[in-house]
């Protein structure tokens, strides 16, 4: 299976034609480049100016300086972190802070409503759940993704409507 520079499965066609191997990551391109090409501004900023500092602030201060700007990288990192994993036994929709781990058979649909930032999944106990996985702002390529798990959702078999 091919893998990606990070060592992550790439989303590509199987080679019989029957839709994207798994798993299948799909991740926001937009919105980690941001994130992450923030927090190394952050920190080197930080690093830097730690280094000019005046003489006469200690070394706790400069460390201190340099520690929060690694805490504000690591809440950036929590906006770079969201993607929707597609595997054989199921669904991983990891979004900030919590991650879910669903079957199959939970998700009744999937779909970005005009204007919405990402796609929202219809779960079969009537709740709903972000999929911070998958942004608007990637324009086709987000389209495109989420074309490619509806189609992986259709034959791995949804849950039925709740009342159907």
Request: proline share 7%; net charge negative.
């Amino acid at each position: 299976m091919p893998t990606s520079s990070s060592g992550e499965a790439v989303v590509g066609e199987d080679t019989a034609g029957a839709g994207p191997r798994l798993p299948a990551v799909y991740r926001p391109r937009n919105i980690r480049i941001v994130a992450y090409g923030s927090a190394v501004l952050l920190i080197a900023t930080m690093t830097v100016l730690a280094a000019m500092l005046p003489p006469d602030w200690r070394l706790q201060d400069r460390v201190g300086l340099v520690l929060m700007g690694v805490v504000f990288a690591a809440v950036l990192h929590l906006l770079g972190r969201p993607r929707l994993i597609a595997a054989e036994d199921g669904v991983t929709v990891v979004n900030g802070i919590r991650t879910h781990v669903l079957e199959w058979a939970e998700i009744v649909d999937i779909a970005m409503r005009e204007g919405e930032p990402w796609p929202s999944m219809d779960l079969s106990d009537g709740s709903t759940l972000a999929v911070m996985g998958i942004q608007s702002n990637d324009g086709p390529r987000a389209t495109a993704d989420l074309e490619a798990f509806k189609g992986l959702l259709e034959q791995r078999g949804e849950a039925q409507e709740p009342g159907a």
